[in-house]
């Protein structure tokens, strides 16, 4: 029996922490949200337990009670019991109007004087990201995964390229739909360094499952290198071999390698793809036959995504892969 209890309980708690929890909150938005739903487990449990209670009372009481015998003291007990029953309600209710109030004014709190300015895309089924340069004021574009500096905020700009998504990195901040034209704007303080996970909240399509993001939290020297290095080109001579041009070839009119004659846009730019920590939005880990995999199958891996499967010769893959590994 212990074994049991102690088997439900940790197969049930393990789901609280983890990378993806909104129950182990790493910044401030979340911890904001996780205090309110705290208060409200605290509040409507406590009326369930009341509630619970009383059914017990009543039903314990009934076999031995005599009947009303006056009418008016049992009318005077009935409404002391609504008497109560209804403060309770009002106290609860107000409890949770005044926490919900909290939580509110501390998710629009943050400081945005000198927050980082991103700006993130919704596509049916990847993200497009783009920080501005703060010295430059243009914008570094990059896929998938977002990085952000510890105990600043980031400013995230949502739009949608097609269907509605929603963007959700639970850890870290609530949850906000990506609405075709129109701009939300969501808050990140986090203050939890290490890696974590978003994923898209709004059913966007057969594929809606396989639109995670990885999300690394960095100190602001090492994010500020994150930065500086995604936002240079490649070095054209270095771009001489066979799997580049095969490359530029077949993949350039939708894929962008900045710094060569890839150009395109319809998919996420590529420029430091190998950097990353995952492919194609969380759908396989980043390594060589992950890379090879995705080449060879991308409608088998995300059945109906916008990447066609690209007949190669395989020495043409190969070559391909290696080309996409240099992408540092
Ligand atoms: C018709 C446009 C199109 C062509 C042609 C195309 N791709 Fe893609 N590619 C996409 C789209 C769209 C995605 C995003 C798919 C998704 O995640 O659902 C993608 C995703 C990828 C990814 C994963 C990117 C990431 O951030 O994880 C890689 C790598 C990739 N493509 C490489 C290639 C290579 C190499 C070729 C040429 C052999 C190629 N693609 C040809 C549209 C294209
Ligand atoms: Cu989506």
């Not at 150009?263 to 980043?286: C, E, K, N, Q």
Request: proline letters at 5%; a positive charge.
């Amino acid at each position: 029996m212990r074994t049991a209890i102690v088997f439900l309980a940790v197969a049930t708690l393990a789901g609280c922490a983890g990378i993806q929890s909104p129950l182990s909150p790493a910044g401030d938005q979340a911890a904001a949200l996780h205090s309110l739903f705290t208060l409200m487990m605290i509040v409507c449990g406590a009326v369930y337990l009341i509630v619970l209670l009383g059914i017990v009372w009543s039903v314990l009481r009934s076999g031995t009670q005599r009947r009303f015998d006056s009418a008016s003291g049992g009318e005077r007990r009935l409404d002391r019991g609504l008497y109560v029953a209804a403060s309770a309600i009002v106290i609860g209710l107000t409890v949770l109007i005044v926490g919900s109030f909290i939580a509110d004014r501390a998710l629009v709190a943050a400081r945005e004087d000198d927050a980082v300015i991103v700006r993130i895309t919704g596509h049916q089924w990847w993200w497009r990201i783009e920080y501005r340069d703060p010295a430059s004021g243009r914008w570094i574009e990059t896929a998938n995964e977002l990085h952000l500096p510890l105990a600043r905020t980031t400013r995230v700009q949502l739009a949608s390229a097609d269907v509605i998504h929603s963007f959700w990195v639970p850890n870290v901040a609530g949850k906000i739909d990506m609405i075709p034209g129109r701009r939300n704007v969501v808050h990140l303080t986090p203050r939890r360094l290490g890696w974590f996970r978003g994923q898209c909240t709004e059913f966007c399509g057969a594929q809606h499952a396989h639109m995670a993001f990885d999300v690394k939290v960095d100190g602001q020297a090492a994010f500020d290198s994150w930065l500086a290095r995604q936002g240079s080109a490649r070095a054209p001579r270095r771009q001489s071999g066979r799997g580049a041009s095969v490359f530029v070839q077949v993949c350039g009119s939708c894929h962008r390698v900045r710094g060569t004659e890839a150009r395109g846009r319809a998919g996420p730019d590529l420029t430091h793809f190998a950097s990353r920590r995952s492919i194609a939005a969380g759908t396989l880990p980043m390594s060589r036959g992950g890379i090879q995999g995705w080449l060879a199958q991308p409608q088998a891996l995300k059945p109906g995504t916008s990447m066609p499967t690209v007949p190669l010769e395989p020495a043409d893959a190969d070559a391909v892969a290696t080309y996409l590994e240099t992408l540092r």
